[in-house]
């Protein structure tokens, strides 16, 4: 692909381009239409997250009626897809209309400052083949960056890890053509990763053993969505992608709706469908039976129940217990227990970072993110002529990234036909914001929560977690609420000015 000679300003800086990243351009192709825009990319490739993971199995965690684009029908049969042809539909997406051509891959984003006076920001980048730094102006910026390190995942320190005398992965890096041929395989983990690894590797190796330290949410789905496909036979494409979306839309927040009110029963129902799926007499309260209610965290997702075949065959087993110290051999667990490996795999989670680790100066004074507050979920109290994108925890990811991009066109069209330069939101409540950012019980959040800005206790502070909620407000809802300051270039008020006023 050609890397396009960025300008050296543009109305729209767009920072990444994964899933996110790529559908932002096309919302500002077709809604704010002449304003021009590029996108900065650290590595060398379109995809983010669907290019960087490459181990074994890698899919989906939700349908991709829903994680796909509003605007781009899912065209093929599974609705649980794997990442390569997820990584095609977002390439295809970048290039059916130019996207691609905006792209200047190899640029790492870390410094962002923002003038009043001028009403733009400069962003500073480093090319990841030279160091070199360079610069870019923009009237906005965009981060679509999404919310984890993409040069290292979490693992924790084990003890003896150094010892061990096989091979140990972490996901996020799978070395290029690994064979895991006739090894016995250790994975330590209980999240989506771990229920994609297992039976993906199961059929080639000596034997899997997934190995916990609790259990999570294990749900069945068909990877082929049957009413999908039955609506493809009667509607036009385009039809049939809106009513298949809006199903799963309905589903999924109606099944959320329900384990937040009444966790019993989906407890309940999930711990059936799991029994029915496992050998008569499996100790499913031990290896499948969270001590948290479901939605807490995320729900792991298993196509035509994969995972549970794996455990029938005998080639996989699920080990609920805790590491005292990997040997030469394996790893001891406190029971005593000791599991043989050749390869141990530590899917242990995501480190998070916000806007991938950039900087953001307004003014001349560095922004603490703690001490921001989020207004919609998706710009930030006192910095002005920014957005960033920030999926849901309880749905797909791409609706609130469809709504995100929707929301920022709606924005900069109505500053164009305001004469406005700057818009930047301002925390007036009398209570200071003290909610986390993400109200999420996940290892992987609870760890970088100090990272992140916080939320407050009403709208438009207030992240509800809502698709039907957010369709309304973003789409649709007024703009000029008293909370967007909106001026011209130079004539924004100052935090400190409007609190001396």
């Given at each position: 692909?050609?890397?396009?000679?960025?300008?050296?300003?543009?109305?729209?800086?767009?920072?990444?381009?994964?899933?996110?990243?790529?559908?932002?351009?096309?919302?500002?192709?077709?809604?704010?239409?002449?304003?021009?825009?590029?996108?900065?990319?650290?590595?060398?490739?379109?995809?983010g997250?669907?290019?960087?993971?490459?181990?074994?199995?890698i899919?989906?965690?939700?349908?991709?009626?829903?994680l796909?684009?509003?605007?781009?029908?899912?065209?093929?049969?599974?609705?649980i897809?794997?990442?390569?042809?997820?990584?095609?539909?977002?390439?295809?997406?970048?290039?059916?209309?130019?996207?691609?051509?905006?792209?200047?891959?190899?640029?790492?984003?870390?410094?962002?400052?923002?003038?009043?006076?001028?009403?733009?920001?400069?962003?500073?980048?480093?090319?990841?083949d030279?160091?070199?730094?360079?610069?870019?102006?923009?009237?906005?910026?965009?981060?679509?960056?999404?919310?984890?390190?993409?040069d290292?995942?979490?693992?924790?320190?084990?003890?003896?890890?150094?010892?061990?005398?096989?091979?140990?992965?972490?996901?996020q890096?799978?070395?290029?053509?690994?064979?895991?041929?006739?090894?016995?395989v250790?994975?330590i983990?209980?999240?989506?990763?771990?229920?994609?690894?297992?039976?993906?590797?199961?059929?080639?190796?000596?034997?899997?053993?997934?190995?916990?330290?609790?259990?999570?949410?294990?749900?069945?789905?068909?990877?082929?969505?049957?009413?999908?496909?039955g609506?493809?036979?009667?509607?036009?494409?385009?039809?049939?992608?809106?009513?298949?979306?809006?199903?799963?839309?309905?589903?999924?927040?109606?099944?959320?709706?329900?384990?937040?009110?009444?966790?019993?029963?989906?407890?309940?129902?999930?711990?059936?469908?799991?029994?029915?799926?496992?050998?008569?007499g499996?100790?499913?309260?031990?290896?499948?039976?969270?001590?948290?209610?479901?939605?807490?965290?995320?729900?792991?997702?298993?196509?035509?129940?994969?995972l549970?075949?794996?455990?029938?065959?005998?080639?996989?087993?699920?080990?609920?217990?805790?590491?005292?110290?990997?040997?030469?051999?394996?790893?001891?667990?406190?029971?005593?227990?000791?599991?043989?490996?050749?390869?141990?795999?530590?899917?242990?989670?995501?480190?998070?970072?916000?806007?991938?680790?950039a900087?953001?100066?307004v003014?001349?004074?560095?922004?603490?993110?703690?001490?921001?507050?989020?207004?919609?979920?998706?710009?930030?109290?006192?910095?002005?002529?920014?957005?960033?994108?920030?999926?849901?925890?309880?749905?797909?990811?791409?609706?609130?990234?469809?709504?995100?991009?929707?929301?920022?066109?709606?924005?900069?069209?109505?500053?164009?036909?305001?004469?406005?330069?700057?818009c930047?939101?301002?925390?007036?409540?009398?209570?200071?914001?003290?909610?986390?950012?993400?109200?999420?019980?996940?290892?992987?959040?609870?760890?970088?929560?100090?990272?992140?800005?916080?939320?407050?206790?009403?709208?438009p502070?207030?992240?509800?977690?809502?698709?039907?909620?957010?369709?309304?407000?973003?789409?649709?809802?007024?703009?000029?609420?008293?909370?967007?300051?909106?001026g011209?270039?130079?004539?924004?008020?100052?935090?400190r000015?409007?609190?001396?006023?």
């Open positions: 692909m050609t890397q396009s000679a960025a300008p050296a300003h543009v109305d729209v800086l767009i920072v990444g381009a994964g899933l996110s990243g790529i559908g932002a351009a096309r919302h500002l192709q077709a809604e704010s239409p002449g304003r021009s825009f590029a996108i900065l990319e650290a590595r060398d490739a379109i995809g997250t669907w290019d960087l993971f490459r181990y074994p199995g899919r989906s965690d939700s349908d991709m009626y829903t796909g684009y509003r605007f781009k029908p899912w065209k093929a049969a599974k609705a897809a794997d990442g390569p042809s997820i990584l095609a539909y977002v390439r295809e997406a970048a290039e059916e209309t130019g996207v691609d051509r905006h792209i200047r891959f190899g640029h790492r984003v870390v410094r962002a400052s923002w003038s009043t006076a001028d009403a733009r920001w400069t962003v500073e980048a480093e090319r990841t030279t160091g070199e730094r360079v610069e870019l102006t923009s009237s906005f910026l965009f981060s679509c960056s999404g919310y984890y390190r993409y290292e995942g979490y693992t924790p320190e084990f003890p003896g890890a150094a010892d061990f005398g096989g091979t140990l992965i972490h996901p890096h799978w070395p290029e053509g690994f064979d895991h041929t006739g090894k016995r250790v994975v983990g209980s999240g989506a990763t771990a229920v994609t690894l297992v039976p993906a590797m199961a059929p080639d190796a000596a034997h899997v053993t997934m190995l916990q330290r609790s259990p999570s949410y294990v749900v069945t789905l068909p990877a082929v969505d049957p009413i999908a496909m609506l493809r036979r009667v509607l036009p494409e385009k039809a049939a992608y809106a009513v298949t979306r809006w199903k799963n839309v309905l589903l999924t927040m109606g099944q959320y709706q329900l384990s937040q009110r009444r966790p019993a029963i989906v407890k309940a129902a999930i711990r059936r469908m799991v029994t029915r799926q496992l050998p008569e499996y100790d499913v309260d031990t290896h499948f039976r969270p001590s948290y209610d479901p939605w807490d965290q995320r729900l792991c997702l298993v196509p035509d129940g994969d549970f075949r794996a455990l029938r065959s005998g080639r996989a087993e699920v080990v609920t217990d805790r590491i005292e110290t990997f040997t030469p051999t394996g790893i001891r667990l406190v029971s005593g227990r000791e599991l043989e490996a050749d390869v141990i795999v530590t899917a242990t989670g995501l480190d998070l970072v916000a806007f991938g680790g900087e953001l100066v003014d001349g004074e560095e922004v603490s993110l703690p001490d921001t507050v989020t207004y919609r979920g998706l710009m930030l109290s006192d910095v002005p002529n920014f957005a960033f994108v920030l999926g849901y925890t309880n749905a797909s990811w791409t609706l609130k990234a469809d709504l995100a991009s929707a929301f920022v066109c709606r924005l900069l069209n109505h500053m164009a036909a305001g004469g406005h330069a700057v930047v939101p301002r925390y007036r409540e009398a209570a200071p914001a003290t909610e986390p950012f993400l109200n999420f019980a996940s290892g992987y959040v609870q760890r970088a929560l100090d990272r992140f800005p916080k939320q407050g206790e009403v709208a502070w207030k992240l509800y977690q809502n698709y039907l909620r957010d369709l309304r407000v973003l789409r649709r809802g007024e703009l000029e609420d008293g909370t967007l300051e909106f011209p270039s130079g004539r924004a008020t100052a935090p000015e409007r609190a001396a006023a």
